[in-house]
């Protein structure tokens, strides 16, 4: 069974740091293109960032770029996204997300950790 | 970069057809997918590549694409189709992935 446990999420101020994880389970991690999906409290969902197998390739959502870092360590099954000059639009639920065989849906989601960003 | 349009909300009777549409510019020639979210839950995978369901999805959840809309048909609906739907895509301009701004299904 596939498993994706997030963790990381706090409270923390404006223009502050933080590192997510994602634990994943079930599957054989590095053959999958991995992504964070976010959603701001009674809003919808927003993408986030996408890193390739290897780690070769990433990508960024405008709202995020030059702030956000996704990263992943294969022999560990994790991936993450570090988070830096958090603003208060960033106080969202991050999913960790994994691809379908087709590679551009996603078959598997975390449950979320909660971002706060709040003086 | 690429936008989708989803009516925010849809309502409709148990035992009818609900149908939650998705636009953009000439979605017909991008792959659709659809996710369920209730309440309090990640969202969940209910149709892929348009019209394809994972396993595990009821025959009742259905998706087609053409020109420049997509749809969700939920036939013979249930109180636990209760949810917000979103339309999802792959775009290679701007942002690779997008999202619907998602509709709210509300079972009468």
Known sequence: ????VESGGVVVQPGGSLRLSCAASGFTFDDYTMHWVRQAPG???EWVSLISWDGGSTYYADSVKGRF???RDNSKNSLYLQ???LRTEDTALYYC???G?????FQHWGQGTLVTVSS | SYVLTQPPSVSVAPGQTARITCGGNNIGSKSVHWYQQKPGQAPVLVVYDDSDRPSGIPERFSGSNSGNTATLTISRVEAGDEADYYCQVWDSSSDPVVFGGGTKLTVL
Do not use: D, F, P, W
């Open chain 1, 1 to 4: 069974e596939v498993q994706l």
């Open chain 1, 43 to 45: 809003k919808g969902l």
């Open chain 1, 69 to 71: 870092t996704i990263s």
């Open chain 1, 83 to 85: 988070m830096n000059s």
């Open chain 1, 97 to 99: 997300a994994k691809v």
């Open chain 1, 101 to 105: 065989r087709g590679g551009e849906y």
